[in-house]
T-cell receptor
Framework: NAGVMQNPRHLVRRRGQEARLRCSPMKGHSHVYWYRQLPEEGLKFMVYLQKENIIDESGMPKERFSAEFPKEGPSILRIQQVVRGDSAAYFC????????????FGPGTRLTVT | DAKTTQPPSMDCAEGRAANLPCNHSTISGNEYVYWYRQIHSQGPQYIIHGLKNNETNEMASLIITEDRKSSTLILPHATLRDTAVYYCIVRVRDFGNEKLTFGTGTRLTIIP
């Protein structure tokens, strides 16, 4: 049973470009969470999605960031017009149902903005 | 969610038990205590969770004080692979409140 998959693992973008991060949850999981980890800091929650719905986006920056989890395919975290401050590790987690004890994390995507 | 306090770093000799404390003095009755760890920038890994009873699984034991204001994660026989940042998190298990709030954690170093 494959774990949570994220790609790409490393992404380099120039300032002003768009970054698209993909997350495939574990098989049978319909809940996805995105977290961001700035260098030398703890993880910060960004957004929680179920299939085709955003449940909690309280941690998402108000501009340039968006997330989706379509009926088919992976969840996408999209960052438009990236800036240097967006350089971080972005982790995706999934769980099979609400209130599940644990979230299963992927290996992360490390975004570097030059 | 209740705030947690953990020591920033700890050392433990290989083969000994590692005891990681967590203070959550403002925890409410319906909040669970979770432990995750992050090994060298990998994705966090779930370890254990509990409400008020002590818990044990193949990875660790969780001891929660009777007043629930603090807890201790115990790795019974620490190995070098247990070197990681350990996060203690408290949260309500409730629809719409699924997010995990990570603090700064405890950086545990296992010494050969």
């Amino acid at each position: 049973n494959a774990g949570v998959m994220q790609n790409p693992r490393h992404l380099v973008r120039r300032r002003g470009q768009e970054a698209r991060l993909r997350c495939s949850p574990m098989k049978g999981h319909s809940h996805v969470y995105w977290y961001r980890q700035l260098p030398e800091e703890g993880l910060k929650f960004m957004v929680y999605l179920q299939k085709e719905n955003i449940i909690d986006e309280s941690g998402m920056p108000k501009e340039r960031f968006s997330a989706e989890f379509p009926k088919e395919g992976p969840s996408i975290l999209r960052i438009q017009q990236v800036v240097r401050g967006d350089s971080a590790a972005y982790f995706c987690a999934s769980s099979p149902e609400v209130g599940q004890y644990e979230q299963y994390f992927g290996p992360g995507t490390r975004l570097t903005v030059t | 969610d209740a705030k947690t306090t953990q020591p920033p770093s700890m050392d433990c000799a290989e083969g000994r038990a590692a005891n990681l404390p967590c203070n959550h003095s403002t925890i409410s009755g319906n909040e669970y205590v979770y432990w995750y760890r992050q090994i060298h920038s990998q994705g966090p890994q779930y370890i254990i969770h509990g409400l008020k009873n002590n818990e044990t699984n193949e990875m660790a034991s969780l001891i929660i004080t009777e007043d629930r204001k603090s807890s201790t994660l115990i790795l019974p026989h620490a190995t070098l692979r247990d070197t990681a940042v350990y996060y203690c998190i408290v949260r309500v298990r409730d629809f719409g409140n699924e997010k995990l709030t990570f603090g700064t954690g405890t950086r545990l170093t296992i010494i050969p």
